[in-house]
């Protein structure tokens, strides 16, 4: 029997349009590719009728080493918290065994309509809990 793709990890060669002048990843493109971990990850969550959606509220990113054209960085998304309206997101990213970059995403749920801020519904809390690390 196969056994199922772990949804919290991806992998992504990096592409030129990501180098910079001096040979490096853009910081932003950190951000992308571990905002698409994410959403990797989200993708497969229970959705209900009035789901809210969600803004990232807050990110920050500590660098160990830059990565370069051609590398393969391991994408690896945990859950860190999981508040009344907001979830906390944990990106490690690795390359060849050895970390480049952790990065922390903070979402807030919101209404739609209003644009203010709503509890996350109970059972993306019970889904997300698989998550926490």
Request: net charge neutral; hydrophobic share 45%; proline share 5%.
């Amino acid at each position: 029997m196969e056994q199922a793709a772990d949804i919290t990890v991806g992998e992504v060669r990096i592409p030129f349009r990501d180098i910079d002048m001096h040979g490096h990843m853009h910081n932003a493109a950190y951000y992308a590719h571990a905002e698409a971990a994410v959403a990797g990850l989200w993708r497969h969550r229970p959705q209900g009728e009035n789901d809210p959606v969600y803004f990232v509220r807050k990110s920050g990113c500590t660098f160990h080493r830059g990565l370069r054209l051609d590398d393969v960085a391991r994408f690896k998304v945990a859950v860190t918290r999981i508040g009344a309206t907001s979830l906390t997101f944990a990106v490690a990213i690795t390359s060849e065994g050895a970390p480049v970059a952790e990065l922390e995403i903070v979402w807030v749920a919101v209404d739609p309509a209003t644009r203010q801020p709503v509890n996350v519904p109970q059972t993306v809390r019970d889904w997300l809990k698989a998550f926490l690390s």
